[in-house]
């Protein structure tokens, strides 16, 4: 079974400063999804960012990138210019490329992330 | 567009009453799933379904139940509610195929037990 790791329960950066967390992941497959999720204080999940395994290259989307290091098994996201708005607790989660009993997503335990004005 | 939408949003039993919680998505997406959360533990999956009449257990699957009767609707039933199923609750959808299989959530159901 896979497991996902976020060592880190709490972070915290100056506003407009950069900010890394870490996410590491355990799997025998080749091929799957990783994932990081936004859920602020409202509650509702936000999808920020996906990276395809067979894909080498770093996904990015606006001030969020990723670090994919699949032979270490490390996912970090990167959070660049950070805003107020970035407050939030943020997971990692896998999901395996094959369906047939691998149609769900695993989660990690999540990181708090707090912006200092 | 109303994406996924759960029913209701908070929910006080006392032990031993039973409650039916509904998902409901507009996306013709043929996956659901329900989740909870719990402080420091993240989402925990409790049942998915991967298509219409289909359900499969999660990881924490004791004490709920399930039906997907129709391909937009997913319910999660509590028969017997203890203190431990106090919880937000979570249902997602996704597409069976797709560039990454994104899952879409609801907005969460907090139930508490007492």
């Known amino acids: 079974a896979q497991t996902v790791t976020q060592s880190q329960p709490e972070m915290s950066v100056q506003e407009a400063e950069t900010v890394t967390l870490s996410c590491t992941y355990d799997?025998?497959?080749?091929?799957?999804?990783l994932f990081w999720y936004k859920q602020p204080p409202s509650r509702q999940m936000i999808l920020v960012i996906r990276?395809?395994?067979?894909?080498?290259q770093n996904a990015t989307e606006n001030r969020f990138s990723v670090n994919f290091q699949k032979a270490a098994k490390s996912f970090s996201l990167k959070i660049s210019d950070s805003q107020l708005g970035d407050a939030a607790m943020y997971f990692c989660?896998?999901?395996?490329?094959?369906?047939?009993?691998?149609?769900?997503?695993?989660f990690g335990t999540g990181t708090r992330l707090t912006i200092i004005p | 567009n109303a994406g996924v939408t759960q029913t209701p949003k908070f929910r006080v039993l006392k032990t031993g009453q039973s409650m039916t919680l509904l998902c409901a998505q507009d996306?013709?997406?043929?996956?659901m799933y329900w989740y909870r959360q719990d402080p420091g533990m993240g989402l925990r999956l409790i049942h998915y379904s991967v298509g219409e009449g289909t359900t499969a257990k999660g990881e924490v699957p004791d004490g709920y139940n399930v039906s997907r009767l129709k391909k937009q609707n997913f319910l999660l039933g509590l028969e017997s509610a203890a203190p431990s199923q106090t919880s937000v609750y979570f249902c997602?959808?996704?597409?069976?195929?797709?560039?990454?299989?994104?899952?879409?959530f609801g907005p969460g159901t907090r139930l508490t037990v007492t």
């Open positions: 997602a959808s996704s597409a069976r195929t797709g560039e990454s299989y994104e899952q879409y």
């Open positions: 990276q395809e395994a067979y894909k080498q």
């Open positions: 799997t025998s497959e080749s091929d799957y999804y």
């Open positions: 989660a896998y999901r395996s490329a094959f369906n047939f009993g691998n149609e769900k997503l695993t």
């Open positions: 996306m013709n997406h043929e996956y």
